[in-house]
């Protein structure tokens, strides 16, 4: 079975300094992966996927990820963050067979992001 | 183009009443999720469609809870009777069907639902 790990339930980082959410994942292959944002009161929105090719993967609102099947690993990061990034992040790890479009999510990291 | 549209953003009712909620998918879309999100659980699936068929059910909680979607415009969540664990955010999701495999999901916004 699928699964994935976010090991820092909250980050905090200073408003303009470099970002990096962990996420790693169980799959017995080479998996489908995604990041979500999601901001209070709203739904998730898809900030990059990986699915194959280039493990480095760029993303919206300057956001980018790299894949590492050694790691078995699909880190989120950004080099200067903004106060409007503040917000619930969740790594997702679905499977590249059909039939089987389950999205498995992590328990989240809470970004705070201090003046 | 418009999102995944869910109906009612707030449910507030009473212990035992049946709750309905609602969901849009984004035109075009072959699959339907539903998700719910607590903090105790985080986001868990609960059913999801492909074509207006359940694929996947085995996220539902128990019988209290059943969806339906009688056409690819239109899904349905209830929950008959309702607890107050019910109480959480619930939401849909919508994803095309273009090769194999999963394909993004787009989220609504959610119904947040409150069962006193």
């Known amino acids: 079975a699928q699964s994935v790990t976010q090991p820092d339930i909250h980050i905090t980082v200073s408003e303009g300094a470099s970002l990096e959410l962990r996420c790693n994942y169980s799959?017995?292959?080479?998996?489908?992966l995604f990041w979500y944002v999601q901001s209070p009161g709203q739904g998730l929105q898809l900030l990059l996927k990986y699915f194959s090719g280039d493990t480095l993967v760029q993303g919206i609102k300057g956001f980018e990820a790299e894949f590492k099947r050694s790691q078995s690993s699909f880190n989120l990061r950004k080099p200067s963050v903004h106060w409007s990034d503040a917000a619930e992040y969740f790594c997702?790890?679905?499977?590249?067979?059909?039939?089987?479009?389950?999205?498995?999510f992590g328990t989240g990291t809470r970004l705070t992001i201090i003046p | 183009d418009a999102g995944v549209i869910q109906s009612p953003r707030h449910e507030v009712t009473e212990m035992g009443q049946e709750v309905t909620l609602r969901c849009k998918p984004i035109s075009g879309h072959d699959y339907l999720f539903w998700y719910r999100q607590t903090m105790m659980r985080g986001l868990e699936l609960l059913i999801y469609?492909?074509?207006?068929?359940?694929?996947?059910d085995s996220g539902m909680p128990e019988d209290r809870f059943s969806a339906k979607m009688p056409n690819a415009s239109f899904s349905t969540l209830k929950i008959q009777p309702s607890e107050p664990r019910d109480s959480a955010v619930y939401f849909c999701?919508?994803?095309?069907?273009?090769?194999?495999?999963?394909?993004?999901?787009?989220f609504g916004d959610g119904t947040r639902l409150s069962i006193l």
């Open positions: 997702a790890v679905g499977s590249p067979n059909f039939g089987n479009e389950k999205l498995t």
């Open positions: 999701a919508s994803s095309p069907a273009v090769g194999q495999g999963n394909q993004p999901q787009h």
């Open positions: 799959y017995g292959a080479t998996p489908y």
């Open positions: 469609f492909n074509n207006n068929v359940p694929i996947d």
